[in-house]
């Protein structure tokens, strides 16, 4: 499980020069999906598996944190997202106690993950209660349902889940 996490973080350093070029009209389709899906008044965002920071620009809370495993793509989000807390971080062991985010976003993330449903579980952790979390996941790799189950797993209730219009991910929003 950690040599999976290591070749994930070497791969995603060395792509975080160019990664926004290749990925940004796909990513800002889903960043749309999720911002209307995230409650108003949310005042602390955990953005988990952030990359380079391309969201956490358009996130709107009193506390943004960005999480992420690679130390190149935490260098890229850092001159990009001023005034937003960026943690080099393992989403299975996230640095933060029980309840501390009222809303948790994490894009393309979970298919990485060695085994998503630990990381759902974590999710539920770190989201106070009455929390909402979006989750996306490339449809090629994992069903609408198997993401369902992760989030009724983790003890949260399904609020919507489908597919990002012309997109490669499927979603799931989620409340605690």
Do not use: H
Not at 34 to 46: A, E, F, H
Not at 49 to 78: H, I, N, Q, Y
């Amino acid at each position: 499980m950690v040599a999976r996490k290591l070749e994930l973080m070497r791969r995603y350093d060395e792509t975080a020069g160019f990664y926004d070029r290749r990925y940004e009209d796909t990513q800002r389709a889903k960043y749309r999906m999720i911002t209307k899906n995230l409650p108003r008044g949310s005042k602390r965002i955990l953005d988990l598996g952030c990359g380079t920071g391309m969201f956490l620009e358009e996130l709107c809370a009193e506390f943004v944190v960005g999480v992420d495993a690679s130390p190149e793509m935490l260098k890229v989000a850092k001159g990009r997202a001023r005034g937003v807390a960026l943690v080099r971080a393992d989403a299975d062991a996230l640095p933060f106690a029980d309840g501390s985010f009222d809303a948790v976003v994490s894009v393309t993330l979970l298919q990485n993950m060695p085994n998503p449903a630990v990381t759902v579980r974590e999710v539920a952790r770190v989201l106070n209660l009455g929390g909402v979390t979006v989750l996306t996941v490339l449809k090629r790799k994992y069903s609408r349902e198997e993401l369902e189950k992760w989030v009724k797993q983790a003890g949260m209730k399904l609020i919507d889940s489908g597919e990002i219009e012309g997109n490669e991910d499927i979603f799931c929003v989620a409340k605690l």
